[in-house]
């Protein structure tokens, strides 16, 4: 049973140690799943081991409107309401495989949209934080992730331009919109040895960036050209921005 919702601030629900999502009872879409792995993701050069086995575990369907369920683990993101997306399963696994995960991190996660990558995260890591801007969008989130037992997540409104500052620091920080420039309080928020994994630009041009905060200071890296919807609020696009 998922919780009762109790405020837009926060929502909560109880925490525990990571353990994989449960699955729909006779999961139809189980040959589906391991034939996406298989074909977008390790065909295109994704190694990571625990990255693939919980893209793998993840019921990527559970997590979009009963109408597109069927075309859950094509190779493309899939709308989900509030004219947002579920990114593409490759560029998931590209984005956590970046954050170079072993279990025991902290980790926030901008934009939480369906909550599928909260999902694949919390299997990656200790415990996850994922703010979303849009309350419906979190509502609907955080339901999917109790009843697939993600208990390790917890989803909260807000601004995530800002990042969380009541968690900070992050070992891992993901950044699921684009956003004009790295936000300042994502880079202040980031643990030392911290990753933190981010599209850059606007509509018609972006590119995959990594900070990683090393002793020698900050490292900044280009990856790939990708295209996200943009990452809205006080260090990110004005609502207005993109038409
Ligand atoms: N990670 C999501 C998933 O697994 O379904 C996909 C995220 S979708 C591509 C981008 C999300 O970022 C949208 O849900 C959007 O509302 C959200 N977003 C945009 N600006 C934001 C902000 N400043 N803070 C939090 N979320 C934001």
Redesign the pocket.
Known sequence: MPPRLPTWRALKWLRSSPEPPKHEAGDPFAVARARMVEEQISARGIHDERVLAALRTVPRHA?LPEHLRQDAYLDT?LP?G?H????QPYI?ALMTELLGLDGDERVL????????????LSLLAREVF?????AE?AAR?LQVLARLHCGNVEVVV?????GLAAHAPYHGI????AAPHVPQPLLDQLAPGGTLVLPVGEASSQVLEVWRRTPAGLEREEVAPVA??????????SDDAWG
């Open positions: 997590f993101p989900i509030s947002q997306t579920i990114s998931v996660e901008v934009g939480t949209g369906s909550g599928y990558q909260a999902a694949v994922t703010i979303e801007r849009r969008l989130a807000g601004d995530g331009t800002c993901i950044v699921t919109a996200f919807v943009p990452l809205i609020g006080e260090h990110g696009w």
